[in-house]
Nanobody
Framework: QVQLVESGGGLVQAGGSLRLSCAAS????????MGWFRQAPGKEREFVAA???????TYYADSVKGRFTISRDAKNTVYLQMSSLKPEDTAVYYC???????????????WGQGTQVTVSS
């Protein structure tokens, strides 16, 4: 089992940037594909971005493509760099991990507790 802890959320103005981090522990980090999801009030949790174990493959939701970048280091952390933020990006952002990665309908086994991102207009 892997434990995930997110950090880096906060309040930012529209057009600004924020970087989220997710530290993994418990199992070998490189065994897991990593991703980010988000959930806005009254809405279902949705996929944001994912990265393969090697870091070579990345996938993004259309709504964030060109504005968000997912990356991972060799140790235990995955990042989500968010730029040109919009009020509609306001949500709780969750880090997630799974041994497999699918291009669509991916629902990982392991989840963090989430970090709040609020974008003011």
């Amino acid at each position: 089992q892997v434990q995930l802890v997110e950090s880096g959320g906060g309040l930012v103005q529209a057009g600004g940037s924020l970087r989220l981090s997710c530290a993994a522990s418990g199992r070998t980090f490189n065994n897991y594909c990593m991703g980010w999801f988000r959930q806005a009030p009254g809405k279902e949790r949705e996929f944001v971005a994912a990265i393969s174990r090697s870091g070579i493959l990345t996938y993004y939701a259309d709504s964030v493509k060109g504005r968000f970048t997912i990356s991972r280091d060799a140790k235990n952390t995955v990042y989500l760099q968010m730029s040109s933020l919009k009020p509609e990006d306001t949500a709780v952002y969750y880090c997630a991990a799974d041994s497999k990665l699918y291009r669509s309908n991916w629902w990982p086994d392991y989840w963090g507790q989430g970090t709040q991102v609020t974008v003011s207009s």
